[in-house]
């Protein structure tokens, strides 16, 4: 298979925004100092009745869930052949590696005895009945695995182009297994739903919640290619390859429907549909919004003109990353019914800490983007903050 060609994008690192972005970075990293010294009491607004809360749903389900970008293109590159996508898989896998190894760190700050995170490594300590060692180990692998994946680009920085082809033809043997770690722990992560029990609401306690987890992941990672390729394009001023997103698109169409027919199946077979109507206002209120940010986009993408354009597929991307992410506050939050008298809402210590760990990733994929080999070639590449960048978005 040819591969795409690539290059440092340049161009000044200490720029306004990167500097906003690095202090907030600085900010979560501190207070998350703060965690670890004082513990998740002094840091957090967590309870006897809520176990889990923001830094679990966002940084670790949902921050895991948009870096499968990787994931869903290693299987269109690699098992449907589709070398054609390759010049979107670099910057596809640097997220993936940011978002996942920021999962990572947000459940390692979860943990109460943060010191025994160790303990895992231990074959002794190993419960294979556990979905939570499930999630952990696969999570840890596959983190590993997509930064392995990402040596080639810092050996041609070095100008290594011997030992760069030798570890290129070494990811061959990593590539099965950066696509089975992630579908199983995309899966097992909605297991944890099951582990609630009554205290889910039916409108998301299924058996087959692990399944629509992993579908949902699967979408989120089509999204989630388009959404941060259209960013580059709006803030780096890259070329727009607007071709490749609606090939991926047209793909990601009959997913999407899949989807809403399981979802709704499912609700059908258990006898949860009266839920959709029973349920407390908030509840059926956020099921509503959760579905309404699935079927826009299908109406879109199953519009003959709409699926054309850039701003229209910009937009079918946010709505399906939302909706993902609304599926999962959801499920472990929303539905969840804790014991008598315990509410919970994050801190603002655990507001910050989520906002500042998005901010690694920006920081972390700006610096990486600037001076290593991740994007295509300056070709037809349109100038930052130029008509033609945003032209370019509703261009088609």
Known sequence: MKLAKTEPMGGRILTRPFLFLALLALIALGLLLFRFVYGLGAATNLNNGYPWGLW?????HI??????????????????????FHTLMRPALLASAFAYTLANLAAWADLGRWWNFYQIAFPWNINLNSVMFEVAICMTLYTLVLWIELVPPVLER???PKLRQAVFKSLYFLIPLGILLPTMHQSGLGALVIAGGTKISPLWQSPWIGFLFL????????????FEGMLTVMGLGRRLELF?????????????????AARFADL???GALGAIFTEATARSTMFWI?????????????HPEWRKHARPLFLTAVCLILGAAVLRFNALIIGYTPSAGYVYFPSVIELL??????AIEAVGFIYIVKRFPILPPRTHTVALGSKKARAGMAAG
């Open 215 to 226: 579908t949902t992941a699967i979408i989120v990672g089509f999204s989630i290619v388009v």
């Open 158 to 160: 070095m100008n290594k």
């Open 244 to 260: 490749l997103y609606r090939r991926l698109m047209k793909v990601l169409r009959w997913f999407l429907l899949f989807y809403l």
């Open 56 to 60: 679990v749903v966002l940084d670790i």
């Open 290 to 302: 959760e579905n309404a940010l699935f079927v826009v986009p299908a109406v879109i993408l199953f």
């Open 268 to 270: 059908w077979y258990r």
């Open 353 to 358: 800490v989520s906002i500042g760990l998005l």
């Open 63 to 84: 921050t895991a869930m948009i870096g499968c970008g990787g994931y869903v293109l290693a299987v269109v590159i690699y098992v449907m052949n589709k070398g054609e």
